[in-house]
């Protein structure tokens, strides 16, 4: 368990990185205060104290008393506490206590979310490793990662994790995965060597090694430089700590929704007060009851069930769809968004790199297949190569095979997948060799490897020297590289298996050959190779690549490209349907990642807008955002710091970001996004603990359905809120007429409460489980000021819908009235009896007509018949429910007397039954309307 501490400890402060950087190996010992035999015990035990332990400290939380009483004091939760006191008030003690446990559930699962941010700082120690081999006083000892100082000379090889910072001081064959770090797709080769002061920023300095990378290949030892908070994975460890959440667009939006209504309900609770004690002559306690009863039916109780469980319903279907939502109100989020931050690799990209094109004396061949199964075809103009021709691409895919120093792994029982052990490009160099027929362990077993000259970032070119019989040279070195550098240093091209000089106009070929590729975002080698004489071989072991890399026969180029994965091009162009914005933020090299966004759609013909992280760090707030607002956008090389700034930008505008992300380094911009959308497969632990949702499959396409999802939510929250505020007319219409024209009570307080504590919650819910309406993603995002209550909703159910009841339960009401013998101007029913029945006839007709209002509430402008009249199962469950609740209130004698009820013939049912019809089929014309006006074409000018 990390210690958590508001403050840690001061730690002294070493020589900077870059200065530690520049220096040759030999002087980075004394500059660093230690020596080749490390640390004696003794000073790894004062640094200790000086600079803590290597671990990721945690900065204090709120208390967990804290956070509750938080909970418990939002403007939504005291609407409840004030409605569990008028309830405890009118003596209705279950309906209390009801409330309360709707308040304290609500409470806990607030706390559940605020208490995430904890579990992101222990998955980024998590990804520490636990020991490391050091040496301490001349011994190889391993100690656990916390023991690290600065100093301290640490062992590393492959498979290795790195625990801190540290400069290397000898290398062999190093390369490192920063992908977590820096979002790059590909190993980095690491060197001893020197650089030049500031001469490139500090994560791409080639002789630093990082925390939180990991060794793919080779080994190296290494002087420790910053530890624990002050590593570079510590920062983003600290700028992951310090983003906190800022509530849902959703939750901003129920807490203006709270606002109005509390507003609304104080209002027409003292407007009915005033009417009833001043106006209609009520008792000072019947006036004051009634008006408790008003307020209670303005307040949506419902509103805050009915929204957790619309969004556990969302959660289950995208589960269903292969996705993992941590934060219920993250999937309605998703839904509001207008702009997506994506990464490339891994998340537009399948993360394996694959062979396209040769090019092989003066022909382009292409390769079939995908992956890193050895399966497909090598074709030219589209048909597959073979005998001669495929001859001349043997050469160039041998030396592929040979100077490499991946492994490809075949999937075991079960499986299906190939990996790649190793580094991916030389991984997708062995599949190409397969795919025509070159199998390396048979080309080792007749060229045997006898010495290996590993990639320099100087020379950029690798080597392998091998053994050979029945040649004019018993060696042979394999060379790969850069294509410019290498062709610097061939005197003869491989052309239809002759060897020939190379002239200027060759020269021009091959490289034009490369500027096609590059344009096409390949990743280009090129290929040689170079007989060795007899008297080279007894100087093996200390050729200098120099004396081998020169007058060597050029063969070929290979361009390699990681493919979007197959569902992205058709889930980006849905993004754009719906009005999403698309911008790709990588840490990958700037012309593959314009390559690759116009290959999955995100770009498209038109300008585009590449920016660097350099030139982002160049950009003020003000450069910044008009970039923002330019159409076609990407963000290459991005560091951490630049995605949040990225992030933090398109808020600024307005914007309702998702950033998709697989690596620590993604973790503070998925913090600080509206909602953050990790790779389960390839993600992090960082990434997964940081996001709000994963994505179980790594699939880009799943993003669609959460955001169809997100959108249907939404409409949910107004279904349910139309639903609710269609009955508070008819409850509020009949207490009119009795204060203004002194008729009889139409319908009491413990009615009201019935209706919306009672008969109205399930199928409330009902609605909040809806499906997204089939038009939902060809509509544009919502606006940020599009309200959730607001004035069309408001209309829709008290004036259209209400209006309708409230005229059928009024009708009824004077029916049953005169029926009974009362006339115009009495104000007390004939009898007790008849007045119990009267307003047993307004309580059962609002229950009776909010099934029609229940069925046209189910869409918004999408008709009933279109979406299936009895799809929604649970609705139907709660209209029988509701129906019997109502039948227990009218006819359960020891109920009558607690709700103001009396027993009803059954004709009395049929009533308002035969106008359920008529509010369902005028909402149905009201869509109608709707659906016009919008398909509508504009006018011309």
Not at 612 to 633: D, N, P, W, Y
Request: hydrophobic share 45%; charged share 20%; proline share 6%.
């Amino acid at each position: 368990m990390a210690r958590r501490s508001s403050s840690p400890p001061a730690a002294p402060r070493g020589p900077e990185p870059d200065f530690v950087s520049a220096l040759p190996p030999d002087q980075v010992y004394p500059a660093l205060g230690s020596s080749p035999a490390g640390l004696d015990d003794n000073e790894a035990l004062v640094r200790a104290r000086a600079y803590g332990p290597n671990r990721i400290e945690e900065l204090p939380g709120p208390s967990l008393g804290g956070q509750l009483l938080a909970q418990f004091l939002q403007l939504f939760a005291l609407l409840l506490w004030a409605g569990s006191l008028l309830a405890f008030l009118i003596g209705e003690a279950f309906l209390g206590g009801a409330i309360i446990a709707v308040v304290i559930i609500n409470g806990a699962f607030g706390v559940w979310q605020e208490r995430r941010a904890e579990h992101a700082v222990a998955a980024l120690k998590r990804l520490l490793p636990e020991t490391v081999r050091v040496l301490r006083q001349g011994r190889e000892v391993v100690v656990p990662a916390d023991a690290l100082v600065p100093g301290d000379v640490i062992l590393l090889n492959e498979g290795d994790r790195i625990s801190a910072d540290a400069r290397l001081v000898f290398a062999e064959d190093l390369r490192v995965d920063e992908s977590n770090l820096t979002g790059e797709a590909h190993p980095v080769h690491k060197v001893a060597d020197p650089e030049q002061p500031n001469s490139r920023p500090l994560l791409q300095c080639r002789n630093l090694a990082f925390a939180g990378s990991s060794v793919i290949s080779g080994s190296a030892t290494a002087i420790v430089l910053r530890t624990g908070m002050t590593s570079e994975f510590g920062k983003i460890a600290g700028l992951t700590q310090m983003q906190r959440e800022g509530p849902s667009p959703l939750q901003v939006e129920v807490g203006r929704v709270a606002r109005r209504v509390a507003a609304l309900s104080v209002g027409m609770g003292g407007l009915f007060f005033g009417l009833g004690y001043g106006l209609a002559g009520l008792p000072l306690r019947d006036g004051a009851v009634f008006a408790i009863g008003i307020v209670l039916a303005n307040v949506p109780e419902g509103l805050l069930p009915t929204m957790t469980l619309s969004l556990a319903m969302g959660v289950q279907r995208m589960a269903a769809r292969r996705a993992i939502v941590k934060r219920l109100s993250a999937v309605e989020t998703l839904g509001s968004c207008t702009v997506i931050c994506t990464d490339k690799t891994g998340t537009i990209t399948e993360n394996r790199m694959t062979v396209r094109e040769l090019w092989v004396g003066g022909n382009t061949v292409t390769l079939s297949g995908a992956g890193y199964e050895p399966r497909g075809e090598v074709l030219l103009d589209g048909r597959p190569v073979s005998g001669r021709e495929l001859d001349s691409v043997i050469p160039l895919l041998r030396i592929g095979s040979l100077c490499n120093a991946a492994r490809l792994e075949a999937p075991g029982v079960g499986g299906d997948d190939w990996r790649a052990l190793g580094d991916p490009t030389e991984a997708a160099l062995l599949v190409a060799a397969a795919k025509a027929g070159v199998d390396r362990d048979t080309e080792l077993s007749c060229r045997p490897l006898v010495r290996k000259l590993a990639f320099d970032p100087r020379r950029k070119r690798m080597s392998t020297i091998h053994r050979q019989e029945l040649s004019d040279y018993p060696l042979v070195a394999y060379v790969k590289g850069a294509p410019r550098e290498l062709l610097a240093h061939c005197s003869r091209i491989l052309i239809r298996g002759r060897e020939c000089d190379i002239t200027e106009k060759l020269a021009t070929e091959v490289m034009a050959g490369n500027d096609h590729m590059a344009r096409s975002g390949l990743r280009v080698l090129a290929m040689a190779y170079r007989g060795l004489a007899d008297d080279l071989e007894q100087r093996l072991a200390s050729l200098d690549p120099g004396e081998v890399e020169r007058d060597m026969v050029f063969v070929g180029l290979a361009g390699m490209e990681d493919p979007p994965r197959d569902e992205v091009p058709d889930a980006v162009e849905k993004c754009h349907a719906a009005g999403i914005r698309v911008v790709m933020v990588t840490g990958d090299y700037s012309l593959t990642a314009e390559s690759i966004a116009r290959e999955a759609r995100i770009i498209g013909d038109g300008p585009v807008t590449v920016i660097e992280s350099r030139e982002l760090a160049e950009m003020s707030e003000e450069e910044l955002t008009t970039v923002l607002t330019r159409g076609q956008l990407i963000f290459a090389r991005a560091t951490p710091e630049d995605k949040l700034r990225i992030v933090a930008g398109f808020q600024a505008m307005g914007e309702v970001v998702a950033v998709t992300g697989d690596g620590v380094n993604d973790a503070p911009a998925l913090k600080k996004a509206d909602i953050g959308v990790a790779m389960g497969m390839s993600g992090t632990d960082v990434a997964r603990e940081a996001a709000d949702m994963i994505l179980v499959d790594d699939n880009f396409a799943t993003i669609v359905a959460a955001i169809e999802e997100g959108r249907g939510i939404f409409d949910n929250m107004r279904k349910f809120i139309v639903y609710v505020f269609a009955h508070l007319s008819p409850e509020a219409v009949p207490f009119i007429f009795f204060a203004l024209f002194r008729i009889p009570l139409p319908i009491t307080a413990m009615q009201i409460l019935a209706i919306d504590l009672g008969t109205e919650t399930l199928p409330a819910l009902a609605l909040g489980t809806e499906r997204p309406e089939p038009d939902v993603m060809r509509r544009p995002p919502r606006r940020r000021s599009e309200r959730l209550l607001d004035v069309a909703s408001l209309v829709r159910g008290y004036a259209f819908l209400g209006l309708i009841t409230a005229a059928v339960v009024l009708g009824s009401y004077f029916l049953l009235l005169r029926s009974s013998g009362w006339s115009w101007g009495q104000s007390e029913a004939p009898s007790g009896l008849v007045g119990d029945r009267a307003t047993t006839v307004v309580f059962l007709g609002i229950v009776v007509m909010q099934i029609g209002v229940a069925f046209a509430c189910r869409g918004e402008r999408v008709s009933a018949f279109t979406t299936g009249l009895f799809t929604n199962r649970f609705l139907l469950f709660a209209i029988a429910a509701e129906l019997l609740f109502a039948a227990a209130v009218i006819y359960v004698p020891f109920l009558q007397p607690v709700f103001g009820t009396a027993s009803l013939p059954w004709h009395w049912w049929l009533l308002p039954a035969a106008f359920v019809p008529v509010v369902f089929l005028a909402d149905e014309v009201r869509k109608l309307y709707l659906r016009r006006r919008i398909s509508r074409p504009l006018p011309s000018s």
